[in-house]
């Protein structure tokens, strides 16, 4: 199906932004140990460098967030997880949940590591929700009974309340980009975590040796206590093959030694996408409870641009195995002819069906007999197809360079039972939206969420002209019908709200780092953000990579002028901007803000920074 916009949303008197003050911003500096770890500097190709340069380093998940740090010449890493604390002044709260030390090496895993990838984690979606989301105020007491005169103070009582509510125990997987997947269960109260035995699940195909580095993007347990990862891999260019990023559902399960260490077995790995590029984004879904039959789901947004390669035959063209385990010169040399034919010019007059040429000489010869000079219609009448696009040194040219996305959901099986590592699995249900291409799926943070919602709604940011319409990605309790469909919920794409004059706005910053969204107008706000009359609450906010960031406030349809604010970030020289996110904070008695507020968050190379912005 195809993605149908509200055109009621459409900001029709809208003239222009202007300069006015949205929120007093005040910066300060969170400590942590060590620097922003995992950031892969020598990839050995595109689609690594493109994933690791686009890649947002202040890791949201399951409506948490976190960092992974590493010391200077360490291979250990620490991971971190930033609580909101809406009393403070900083706003949020690090607390070190775990340490991993150093990766694998070649001998433990049967062979040679891949190009690393980027650290990365993906908190354990429960099967059930947690007690502390059932009853909101629950375990209050315990947390500020063991802190003198909270009782008293409603203010440091509220304090305490969400630190106890961000520390119930939970699962996450981390890998280290490596290819090694590790299960990390925080108990309550900040105790020492447990820390599994790693695991390599996903491996290049015989006669090749050791392991593929993974990404982990989503994670969610099942009822018998199976977890399924969502992680993706590139697989790299080969002779007859095109480089590619493959999206796998890796089922793992946990279980503890007679020593009481916990382990992690890899039971099953399914292939469910092949696309060109990395996912745009992977949100998972828990089974609707009570549901017979039900599978937890996951939702996927992708670069649908691959023709050929969900369908292609990984078989065909792959060099075979010789007498010593590797594939034979001839085979190589013959898959190299192969792919040198491929890609050769037509001859004259051959309609070869081939749309990936080489060079602009072999293209222009293609598409000689599909051009004309002369018109084919009267002047008057005469429609040329030319996509207006401006052009100059600002960048504002780069208006339709913005991603084309699809949306699909697959039902995540446990044990790895009715998939395969090597043939793409049929989601059971898509969206297109190649008109309106993508923007930003970094959506906000609800402060404090854990006695709300699990997880904040998902947001998509698409064009729609030179407007960015929000659209909000709702998953039912129930299916579309019929026993297939029983055991899975089905997702609803709604248009909320739109921002208007954002997607030309953003493609005008030459220098655009992130594009963060807000919840005003989207329904999926607390009830601080969820109205404009205050007038301070925020649409979007736009990171530069190194000295501005932009916030934009909500505009109704019917105003003419929104309001913008420009913050300068206040970074160091050679210090720039490798993760950003938005946490909106709720209006709360005895916290500072009666109108509420929200927070943004920046990770640069050598520090942690938060933007603590109080509505004016």
């Not at 001998?107 to 007690?131: I, Q, R």
């Not at 996912?279 to 996951?298: D, K, L």
Request: with cysteine; glycine share 12%.
């Amino acid at each position: 199906m195809e993605l149908a916009l509200n055109r009621d949303q459409l900001h029709s008197q809208f003239s222009s932004w202007r300069l006015q003050a949205i929120a007093a911003v005040k910066r300060h500096e969170l400590e942590i140990y060590g620097h922003a770890a995992g950031i892969v500097s020598s990839s050995v190709d595109f689609l690594h460098t493109q994933a690791s340069v686009t890649r947002n380093h202040v890791l949201q998940s399951e409506g948490r967030l976190f960092v992974l740090t590493q010391q200077d010449g360490s291979a250990a890493h620490r991971v971190f997880e930033l609580l909101p604390v809406p009393g403070a002044d900083a706003g949020l709260l690090p607390v070190q949940v775990a340490g991993l030390e150093g990766g694998a090496g070649e001998e433990a895993v049967g062979g040679p590591v891949e190009a690393v990838l980027d650290c990365s984690l993906a908190v354990v979606a429960p099967h059930a929700p947690p007690p502390a989301a059932q009853a909101p105020g629950a375990g209050a007491t315990t947390s500020t009974s063991t802190t003198p005169g909270a009782a008293s103070d409603p203010h440091q009582q509220h304090q305490h309340q969400q630190q106890y509510e961000s520390l119930q125990p939970f699962q996450m997987l981390v890998s280290r980009g490596h290819g090694d997947l590790v299960l990390v269960r925080a108990p309550a109260g900040g105790a020492a975590a447990q820390v599994s035995s790693p695991v390599h699940p996903v491996r290049p195909r015989a006669p090749l040796a050791g392991v593929r580095p993974v990404t982990l993007e989503a994670a969610v347990e099942h009822a018998n206590g199976d977890i399924t990862a969502v992680a993706w891999a590139i697989r790299s260019r080969g002779a007859a093959t095109p480089g590619c990023c493959e999206l796998f559902g890796v089922t793992l399960r946990p279980s503890v030694n007679g020593d009481g260490q916990l382990r992690l077995e890899a039971v099953g790995v399914q292939l469910l996408l092949r696309t060109k590029l990395a996912p745009y984004v992977v949100r998972v879904y828990a089974a609707a409870a009570g549901a017979t039959g039900a599978a937890p789901v996951a939702v996927v947004g992708f670069d649908p641009n691959t023709a050929g390669l969900e369908e292609e035959e990984d078989e065909e063209g792959v060099p075979q195995a010789g007498p010593s385990g590797k594939p034979s010169v001839a085979a190589m040399e013959a898959a190299a002819a192969a792919d040198d034919a491929a890609n050769a010019a037509p001859a004259a007059g051959d309609d070869d069906d081939d749309m990936d040429p080489r060079t602009l000489e072999q293209a222009v010869a293609r598409l000689a007999h599909m051009t004309s000079a002369e018109r084919d219609k009267a002047v008057p009448l005469a429609q040329w197809a030319d996509i207006y696009k401006e052009s100059g040194p600002d960048g504002v040219g780069a208006m339709g360079a913005e991603p084309v996305l699809d949306l699909a959901a697959w039902r995540l099986g446990g044990g790895g039972a009715g998939g395969s590592a090597d043939k793409t699995q049929r989601p059971y249900w898509r969206l297109s939206c190649h008109a309106h291409r993508l923007l930003t799926a970094d959506g906000p943070l609800l402060a404090p969420a854990a006695a709300q919602q699990a997880q904040p709604a998902l947001l998509l940011g698409v064009t729609d002209d030179v407007d960015c319409a929000v659209v909000r990605l709702d998953v039912g309790a129930e299916g579309p019908g019929g026993e297939a469909g029983a055991s899975a919920p089905e997702p609803q794409a709604v248009h909320a709200v739109s921002i208007p004059a954002l997607a030309y706005v953003a493609a005008g910053k030459t220098h655009k780092r992130h594009l963060l969204l807000g919840s005003a107008g989207t329904g999926a706000g607390c009830s601080s953000t969820s109205s404009s009359a205050g007038g301070g609450v925020l649409s979007a906010v736009l990171v530069e990579s190194a000295r501005f960031m932009y916030l934009y406030g909500f505009t109704t349809c019917k105003e003419e002028y929104g309001r913008q604010q420009v913050v300068e970030l206040g970074l160091e020289d050679g210090e720039s901007v490798l993760g950003a996110r938005l946490v909106e904070v709720a209006a709360s008695p005895g916290t500072e803000g009666a109108a509420g507020g929200a927070l943004v968050v920046l990770a640069t190379q050598r520090r942690l920074l938060s933007y603590r912005l109080t509505w004016r």
